[in-house]
Structures are given as C-alpha cells and as structure tokens.
C-alpha cells in the first residue's frame, strides 16, 4: 500500500472536505468523491479509508447513521459534526502551511 | 462517540462485527455495480478479519476491553484457588456484615436526621444541674408553666416546641374490658407546622388545639399505628378512644416518615400538650423542650435568655420550699440551661447506647483489620505463587498499570462478593441486635431502612476494603523484575517480613478485641451476681389499677382471691414493684432540720417482706391495723444514716415535705439492705410504709394503682408467665372496676437493667471468637507459607543433622516474636483505650493482671494451636526429595 504515503496525514482533510460540501455520503461514494475531485490523482483505498472513518467517528468529527438503499441492503452515511467543521479549517491551515513550506524548499533547490 | 457508547461497545463485540461486515458488504455492492473487478475490491480491503480488528479497536474502548478480560481471568483465579477464596470472602463477609449492621444500628439512632423541614436548626434545651443533695446530673424533663415562659421569651429568635416523654397509656376503644396499650406523647400544638409535616389522613393539629388545658380531645395517630392498629382504615378518622376519664376524637393520620422525636420509640397517638393532667403544675417535669432555631440566631444569646428566665421560675419556685435545709435549695437552684444540638432527635435510648454503640462499632472495625490482613495475606503469597506469571507478562509488554489494575480487579471481586454476602447478613443482623436491646415493657423500635444512606455506606465501605487488602499486593506485583523472577525466586525475604509485620498488627488488634470482650463479660457477670437481698424467684408482678379508685379493704379482697388459686404460695400488695419507680422526700429526726439526704419510700401490704423474703433484722412486719402516717420499716441503710449506733425501733421520724409539711412515723422493723431502684448504686436508705394510709382526719384514702405481688411454687420463667392471663382474669373477675395493666417478673426488672450490659457481652463475645479464629487461620497460613518458602534450606539443614527440635524453632521462632510484640502492643493499646471505656464497666479495672493475662493466653493458645500443621509440614520434609528436585 505504498501508493497512500504520500496521503498520509491528508486523508482526514480529504474526507472532511468532501463531507463538507456533499453531506451524507457512504463510504464507497466517499472514496469516488475523492478519486472524482482530484481529477482520478488521489485514490483513497478501502483498506485505509474505513478505519479513517470510525477514527474520526471516534473523535467525534464526524456522524454516521444507517440508512436502507434502493438495493434493501443498509449502508453508513457519514455526515460532518460541529466539531468535524472546526477540525476541517484546523486540517486546512496546516495543510496550507506545509504545503507551502514544500513549495519554497523546491523552488530554492 | 459517548462514554456510554464505549462501554457499549465492549459489551457487544458480536454486534459490531457484524455492523462492520454490513457496511464492507454494502461498499462491495457499490463498487461491483460500478463495475469494478470483485476480486480486486476485496484484495485492497486487505485481509477483512485484519481489516476489523483495525476497525474494531478503534471502536471499542481498550481499557475497559482490557478490564473485562482482567475479570474473566480473575474470576478464573478465584475458582481456581477455590477453597482460600472462600474463606477470604466469608471471613470478610462476617466482617464487613458486622460493619454495616453497626453503621445501620448507630445511623439510626445517632445520626439520621428526623425527617423535618430543618433538622440542623433544632436543638434540645435541657439543664446542667445539681440534684437537692448535691449530685450534678443533666436533665431534660421541664415544667410547662417554665415552658411557656421561655417560648415567651424566644419569640422571634426560636419557636419553642413541648414533646413530652413517651408513655404506654391505658387506653380503651369499647368498653374498659377492652383495655388495650397505646404509645402516648403530648406534643405542642405547634410542632406539626414547624416541623413542616403534612397528614396523610384527615388533619394534624394545631396551635389552635392546644389553647386551654383540659378542653381539646383531639389525637393523631401516627402512620405506623394506623397500619398495625387499623390495617389503614380511612375510617379511622373520628374514632374516638377514651384515655384515663377524657375521650378523645382521632382527627388525622401523620406522615409515613415520621415516628415521632425520640430514635427507640415509634409514637402512636400525639396529643395536645394542653390535655396532660401536669400541664398547670410547676413541680412536675414531664416533657422535653425542643427549639427550632429561626436563621442568624445567636444559640449563646437566645441559651442566656432562656437560662435568666429559668433562673427567675425557679427562685420563685423555690421561696415555697419552706420545709426544705438551705443546702438542698441551693443545691437545686445550681442549674445552667443548655442547648444541645438534635438534628436526629433526643431519646433516653440514645443516651444509654451511644457509647455501647461506639465501641461495638470501633470492636467491629477491628475485627474488618484483621479480616483484611489476612486476605491481604493471601494475596501476597498468591502472587508470590504468580511471579513468575507476571514476569512473563512484563516481558511480553505489559505496563505497570495493568497488572496493578489486574491484581486489583481480583480484589475488587473478592470485595464486592463479601459485600454482597455481607448485606445479606447486615440486613437480618441489625433486627436482632434491636431486639436484644427491646424489653417488653419498653419496646425498641428503630426504623432501619435501607436507603443511599446504608448504600453508600455499604459501597465505600467495599470500596475501602478492597484498597486495604489490595493495594499493597497490587503495587508489589507490578514492581516485579522479569529477570530474576524467571531466574527463579527473589525478594522473598521481604515479602516474608511484610506478612510478619501484618501478623504482629493482626494479634494487636485481636488482643484488644479480646480484652475489650473480657471487660465487657466481667462487668456482666459482676453485675448478674450482685445480691439482691430478696428472692426474685417465683415472683410475678400483677400491676394493677382501679380508674375510679379502690378502698384498701377492696384491694386486700382481692389478694385473698389470688391467694386461693392453685399454686400461689402467698400475696402481698405494694404501691410499685421494687426496681420500677420511685418516690423520695427528705426526712426529720427529733423535730430537727429535714434531712439534705434524701430517703426512698415504698408502700406496702401486711406480709409483703415475707412474700419477698426479706430478711427481717429486728422489730416486726406490718399489722392490718398499721397505717400511714404512723409506722414504718425502715432498711439498714437508713439506720446507719439516721440512727446511727441506737436501736431505731420504737423510735420516730417525720416525712418532710418540700411544703413544710411534717408526718410522723414510729419505726416498728429494720429490713435487710436491697436495692430499690437500681442493682449497681449504692444502696439507698429506703423507708417502707404502710400501704393503708389515711387523711389528717383519719380517713381511709382509695387507691389506684397497687402492685399484686404473687409467689408462685417452682422456678421456671415460663411456667410463671404462663399463669399471667388466668390471675389477670381473675382479678378482673373479683372486683369490678379493677385491672391488672401489666404483668410482669421480678426477675425480669432485674435483668432490665442490665440489658446494656449483657450486650455488650454477648456481642464481645462474639467478636472475640471471630477475631481468634480469623487470627488463626493468618498465623496458620503465613506460617505454612513460610515452611514452603524454606523448604530448601530446611531440607539441608535435617540433612546436616538438625534435629526436630530445632528446625520447630527454626520455623515457629519469627512468628512467635511477632506474636509477643502484637500481644505487647495490643497491651498498650488496650490500657490506653479502656480509660474511655469506663462507663460502661462496672467493678472492673482494665489494669487488673488478670484482665491482661487471660486474653494473652488465648491468644498464645491459638498461636501455638495455629502453627502446628506448619510445623508438622516442616518436620516432614525429606531432604533427600527437595535435594534430588534441586
């Protein structure tokens, strides 16, 4: 699973992000979300993404509650806490602090 | 998630592997519909069974996981050691049943509050006083009319309430042949508003009930009569019943929660203070004053008020006392009011037990020490037996926390299975211990509910318990090093003088058990064994009375009656029965000045020495033809003290009344010395009177009550009272308008007033057989522990030629020091203790040798008793077993 070092530590802001504008979605339309927006760059694997989100369940972040599907089947929709919002703009300005603190170390080399 | 959730969590971890099996399937749906290859979802699902356990730990609380893994395995632990983790939990269970019972017996006598709106503003006012020959004493009995007085003069700063003691009345509901019993106090109208109580029937009474004496019959009955009485009648209200010549009508129902004042009494009518008979009288003292605080009163300001107004009834009450010495005035007017904090009420009961209770209560704590140092001694020497499992568990990577956490699990299920088994017993315990407190013409009554009160007294207790005999096994355990621990054995040596330490503190405390127990019984036996000087066997006590009064011819008919009845032996009459109440005026000699000394007087019927078999010193019985005024058998007591060195018979004395008013009374015997009211003071000088007495004119006056004293063949207890209801029927049926109200034994005044004392000595007893055995068995399992722990080195000495001899002393030597210094302590202690103690002992000196080597020796006794098998196991050992194990 070597493709998701480089997400490391940005999933949580991936996922918040997406539950920030789209509330209420499953894993697997989470995961698509993702792979959607970063334009097929970013995929974040099952294996990885399902503990991320009962981490962030745990914390408090995030909300999940059954719902049934077309199919009958249930499925988890997650949707965005008071909390998770706060987390977000904590998740984005650190984002952006290293993000561009990658982007000067590149441009002196 | 919530703490809730979490704890959920734990507890249902089939639950949530399915939950999260749902929602894999559910993403694997999506995806195959999506058209994504089945077989390469599942592969970036990773192994799923990893994929939940990742999942799952984040879900469920880790510790509390941990803590419920830490129970299967201790409960594991228990069972496996099944037989030293059962007499753990029952020696602990004895112990902590024994706490609690006390808790319940001393909570509900000393410390819950009445339930009223403000119990921490009520105070009891009473007097720190001398008596009229000098003896200080405290009392709380008040006059009315220096009752309403004071509450004059509180208005404002307190609201002043009347309660007077609790009396078993005659009372009848038909027609006086059903005469039946009734608790009976008189409240001040008052005191149902002030309290805040509410009926739960009808109405409570009022101020406005309570206004001029004599013409209020109104009663409530109290919650608890209404339902045993009544089985709830709400047609109860406007009942009427008739009490001495008054009838009163039953208004209201009280409040479930309320008995009444006075912890040990369940009231069961109230009625205005303004219907007792004494309410005009200022020289009868027959109610308890309670006071309600009203916010930001100064207690020391409103106490001088009260005290100044006190001052000025009495000094006016005492220029009447004409006939009175100067000393006895003096004495009397020596008095200083007290407020008294009684947030739980006030009660006599309170009084006689708060410090019996105390120290049964310090008894018991003891006996839970020494119950948990011997638990905590087996948890050493079972995690001795586990090191090596915790070594493992260290180098396998477990913290120092969790094995403190798991040894204490083990303890807190130890704990909470004594407590539970402890609870059982507290709950019937409590009851019994009343009972034995009961008599019956006093019935004990406490209400002991099982509330948070007991609750959490129960839970900390547990709680406490379990961190006494826990703790220190538990932080030793986490404190092991692996490596030694596996190499085999370390630090025994230390664990082992712990456990020596804990023995010399267990005998300690089971010395001052022991003692304290000795003490107790001694002052019992003491006590049972005091002469009386009269014979109490046979004796049955008809107390009797006649509502509308009865001539002395009428009441002596009466006796002839009895006297006919098969079995009696013989009858006598007399005012009260010996040891039941009292009556005492000061005397004169030759026309002198009355006596400071006060002389006790009874009335009674020709033949009644004889009856009582009292010896007769000189002189002769009363004649039918003797009255009073005009003779009288005086005992030996009062010739010492008044013809001290003559003969007294022929010679004259008058009674003294505190009105100047003076009889005259020829004494015509001299009595053998007997106890009149109490068998533990010192004998009083008592003068008998006859029963017969007449007016100034010579009149014959009639009696209402007189004491039927009947003498019966043959000695047993219940045979006698068996005769009760056929005399009592027969009295009735001999004259009209005369009742027996009450049957009792002379013996059973007797043993009443050692009641206190006997249990305190059964209960001593007990515990000091509970605090051996327990004692016992530590010493025997500390030894036999430490006859395991040096097996080797016993081995090699028996190999070297140690004779038996000296591998007992080898072995027995370490605890039988540690015994001594226990036993030494315990002295000290106990020495130190017994000082507070002293009111509770009688003719009995805690510095007495004997008193220190009895429980010495039994306790040596039960060590030597104790560590025989241990020696015996050492004395088996084979050296060539334990070299060839080497």
């Known amino acids: 699973m070597k493709k998701q070092d480089g997400l490391q530590g940005s999933l949580d802001l991936l996922v918040l992000t997406m539950l920030s504008r789209r509330p209420k979605l499953h894993g697997y339309a989470l995961m698509m979300a993702i792979k959607e927006a970063s ?35 249930r499925a988890r929709m997650y949707q965005l806490t008071a909390a998770g919002k706060k987390q977000l703009a904590t998740e984005e300005t650190r984002w952006k602090t290293v993000s561009s603190a990658i982007n000067r170390v590149l441009r002196e080399a | 998630m919530s703490l809730w959730s979490r704890v959920w969590n734990v507890f249902r971890g089939d639950r949530l592997n399915r939950e999260l099996n749902e929602e894999f399937e559910s993403h694997l749906e999506e995806a195959i519909a999506a058209g994504r290859n089945p077989e390469e979802v599942r592969r970036s699902f990773g192994s799923l069974l990893r994929q939940r356990e990742a999942s799952r730990n984040v879900r469920m609380s880790g510790w509390l996981d941990g803590l419920r893994a830490d129970v299967v395995f201790g409960w594991r632990q228990l069972r496996r050691n ?127 009930d309570d206004k001029v004496p004599g013409t209020h019959p109104v009663a409530v009955v109290s919650y608890d009569y209404w339902s045993r009485r009544f089985g709830r009648d709400p047609k109860v209200i406007g009942r009427t019943f008739r009490l001495g010549d008054q009838l009163f009508e039953i208004v209201g129902v009280g409040p479930k929660s309320f008995t009444g004042t006075e912890p040990g009494t369940v009231t069961e009518i109230f009625l205005p203070t303004m219907m007792n008979r004494w309410v005009t009288r200022d020289d009868a003292t027959w109610h308890r004053t309670l006071a309600i605080l009203s916010p930001g009163t100064e207690i020391e300001a409103l106490r001088a008020k009260l005290d100044a107004i006190n001052m000025g009834f009495e000094r006016a009450r005492a220029r009447g006392f004409t006939g009175m010495p100067q000393q006895s005035i003096d004495n009397y007017l020596h008095q ?4 008294l904090a009684a947030s739980s009420g006030v009660s006599g009961l309170q009084g006689e037990y708060h410090q019996a209770l105390g120290w049964l209560g310090v008894l018991v704590v003891l006996v839970l020490l020494i119950a948990c140092v011997n638990v905590a001694n087996l948890m050493t020497a079972l ?91 538990a ?95 013989r009858v006598a009459e007399s005012g009260w029965p010996l040891m039941a109440s009292s009556w005492n005026d000061s005397v004169a000699i030759n026309g002198g000045p009355p006596s400071v000394d006060m002389v006790y007087f009874l009335t009674v019927s020709p033949g009644w020495f004889e009856t009582m078999r009292m010896r007769m010193m000189a002189g002769r019985e009363f004649l039918s033809s003797d009255v009073f005024p005009g ?68 009149v014959v006056q009639p009696e209402h009550n007189t004491t039927f004293l009947v003498r019966l063949a043959g000695n047993d207890p219940k045979a006698l009272k068996a005769r009760a209801g056929e005399l009592r029927k027969a009295v009735a049926a001999a004259s009209a308008g005369m009742r027996v109200s009450n049957v009792r034994t002379q013996q059973e005044l007797i043993d009443g007033q050692t009641v206190r004392e006997r249990l305190l000595a059964m209960l001593g007893v007990f515990f000091a057989v509970v605090a051996l055995l327990l004692a016992g068995i530590g010493l025997y399992g500390v030894l036999n522990y430490s006859v395991l722990q040096r097996r080797k080195e016993i081995g090699i000495r028996v190999a070297v030629g140690a ?58 006794a039960v060590a030597v008793v104790a560590t025989v098998p241990g020696v015996l196991r050492a004395l088996r050992i084979d050296p060539v077993e334990i070299l060839r194990a080497e």
């Not at chain 1, 991320?52 to 059954?66: D, K, Q, S, T, Y």
């Not at chain 2, 006083?129 to 009752?147: C, I, V």
């Not at chain 2, 083990?410 to 009961?438: D, Q, Y």
């Not at chain 2, 302590?825 to 004997?850: C, H, I, N, W």
């Open chain 1, 39 to 73: 334009g097929e760059v970013l995929t974040a694997e099952e294996g990885s993404l399902y503990p991320a989100l009962h981490r962030m369940e745990e914390a408090g972040w995030i909300r999940a509650e059954w719902v049934v599907k077309e199919s009958g089947k």
């Open chain 2, 82 to 208: 099944r037989v030293t983790s059962a007499a753990a939990v029952l020696s602990l269970a004895l112990a902590m049943g024994a706490c609690v019972s006390a808790f319940r017996l001393i909570d509900a006598l000393l410390w819950r509050p009445l339930p009223v709106t403000t119990p921490e503003r009520l105070f009891a006012i009473s007097r720190a006083e001398l008596t009229f020959d000098g003896k200080p004493q405290n009392f709380d009995g008040w006059a009315y009319p220096d009752f309403a007085l004071m509450r004059e003069a509180a208005k404002g700063g307190a609201e002043l309430v009347a309660v007077s003691y609790a009396d078993h009345m005659d009372l009848t509901y038909a027609s006086d042949e059903e005469m039946e019993k009734g608790l009976v106090q008189y409240v001040s109208g008052c005191m149902w508003e002030s309290f805040g109580l509410h009926p739960t029937l009808g109405r409570l009474f009022t101020q406005q």
């Open chain 2, 336 to 339: 200083r009011v007290e407020l």
């Open chain 2, 383 to 473: 995690a001795a037996a586990r090191a090596r499992e915790m070594a493992l568990r260290v180098s396998i990577g477990a913290g120092r926390w969790r094995l403190v956490q798991m040894v204490l699990v083990e303890s807190a299920m130890l704990a909470g299975l004594a407590g539970a088994l402890g609870a059982v017993m507290a709950w019937r315990a409590a009851p019994l211990v009343l009972n034995m407190i009961s008599s019956p013409d006093i019935p004990a009554r406490l209400i002991l509910p099982a509330d948070w009160r007991v609750l959490s007294f129960g839970v900390v207790l547990t709680f406490g318990v379990m961190m006494l005999f826990g703790l220190v096994p």
């Open chain 2, 475 to 569: 932080l030793r355990a986490s404190t092991v090093r692996p490596v030694s621990a596996l190499k085999g054995g370390d630090d025994l040596h230390r664990r082992r003088r712990m456990m020596f330490g804990m023995i010399a503190a267990q005998v300690a405390f089971c010395f001052l058990v022991v003692f304290t127990a000795g003490l107790f019984v001694t002052t019992f036996e003491r006590l049972a064994r005091l002469p009386v000087g009269f014979s109490p066997q046979g004796l049955l006590l008809l107390e009797s009375i006649a509502p509308h009064g009865k001539l002395p011819e009428a009441w002596s008919q009466v006796a002839d009656v009895l006297r006919a009845k098969p079995g009696v032996d």
């Open chain 2, 631 to 698: 003779a009288a058998v005086v005992n030996q007591t009062f010739v010492k003290r008044f013809f001290p060195g003559v003969n007294p018979v022929g010679r004259y004395f008058e009674r003294a009344g505190d009105d100047g008013t003076r009889v005259k009374c020829k004494v015509v015997g001299i009595v053998a010395d007997a106890p009149y009211r109490s068998v533990r003071e010192a004998q009083l000088p008592v003068a008998f009177v006859p029963l017969r007495e007449v007016d100034a004119k010579g």
């Open chain 2, 803 to 860: 004779r038996g001899g000296s591998i007992a002393r080898l072995v027995t030597g370490g605890v039988f020091s540690m015994v001594a210094v226990g036993v030494v302590a315990g002295v000290g202690l106990g020495l130190a203790t017994a000082r507070y103690m002293e009111s509770l002992f009688f003719q009995v000196k805690p510095s007495d040798v004997s008193m220190l080597v009895a429980p010495s020796a039994v306790i040596l």
